[in-house]
């Protein structure tokens, strides 16, 4: 996962607020650390927002349960994300997912952020947000990768 990389790709033209993450080879980068998983969970609540998700479908996509409303407004403050691999592989799925946006239509935010909500024929005309709720980590492993066969990859 290019942590750094994502970070930048949120942020765009803000600087990057963390330095951990943006200096260093994802390699290197340990996500055992609370700093990198707190880090991780103030960008994907960003791509929440970007993306117009409901709180609903934001606990979806993350595996939690309707009843943990109050962790997405401690993860836009900071909070490190839970250290599980469920969790781990679930943001750097929508992280890729982002990643694959932005180089496909690097020139237009509306498609880019609307993507998730329009419907796809790959996907029997749903839209990849439906896919993801519905078939879980499955469904965002299956909406990555459809990204990376329509790059080329």
């Not at 290197?28 to 479908?57: G, P, Q, V, Y």
């Not at 990643?99 to 029997?124: D, G, H, M, Q």
């Not at 519905?134 to 066969?149: N, T």
Request: hydrophobic letters at 40%; aromatic letters at 8%.
């Amino acid at each position: 996962m290019h942590i750094e990389h994502s970070l930048c790709i949120i942020e765009h033209k803000e600087r990057c607020s963390t330095m951990l993450l943006t200096q260093t080879r994802p390699s290197e980068i340990n996500l055992h650390s609370t700093e990198a998983r707190s880090a991780l969970a103030k960008m994907i609540i960003k791509l929440f927002t970007r993306w117009e998700l409901s709180t609903s479908d934001q606990l979806e996509l993350l595996g939690l349960s309707p009843k943990s409303r109050g962790l997405l407004a401690k993860y836009a403050k900071g909070e490190a994300l839970p250290e599980g691999r469920d969790s781990l592989d679930r943001v750097g799925f929508l992280l890729a997912i982002h990643k694959s946006l932005r180089l496909l239509y690097p020139y237009n935010p509306e498609i880019r952020y609307s993507w998730v909500n329009r419907r796809n024929t790959a996907f029997n005309n749903l839209t990849p947000l439906t896919v993801m709720k519905e078939q879980g980590i499955i469904g965002l492993a299956r909406v990555a990768r459809y990204l990376d066969y329509y790059r080329g990859l």
